[in-house]
């Protein structure tokens, strides 16, 4: 099964951050324009993937953002449930450069009347064992959550 399909088509595409290489922890008004322009490519990447007829319950997925100062990167997390048919549901937690558009980690999992264990991925594709794969997501995101297991 090609995970990359469920994955949704707001990942495509580039965008060019201007200036983030030049931001610095210590400089408090170029940290507010980092968090402000990460927070900018969250809203596009949301409005791109609820836009796509293919996202038919677009309502569930919710976005995040967090900028890294050390890394210089934005990170956008797209995360929740959505109906699949067939009384199953589908949740997935993603994390996206929102620079360049494109899934860093991704997993997903069927739940419902045929559940299954975790299915999860990095940036090439290649498999990653669920609890790296949750190491990674938290990372990125500088957070401590529970799924996937």
Known sequence: ??????????????????????????????LFEMR?????FATQIEKDYRADPKNKSA?????????????HRCYV?????????GNNLVQIRNVIDGQEKRT???CIRIIGSKPQNPSCSDENDNNLD???AKRRLNRLMSEQRNWPE
């Open 104 to 106: 860093l980690v991704g």
């Open 59 to 71: 309502d569930t997925i919710a976005f995040t953002n967090h900028y890294d100062p050390n890394s």
């Open 1 to 30: 099964m090609n995970r990359s399909a469920f994955w949704p088509t707001a990942m495509l595409g580039a965008i060019a951050l201007t200036g983030c290489q030049s931001a610095r922890e210590d400089n408090p008004q170029q």
């Open 77 to 85: 997390e797209q995360s929740g449930v959505f109906d699949a048919g």
């Open 130 to 132: 669920p609890t790296e």
């Open 36 to 40: 402000s322009k990460c927070a900018a």
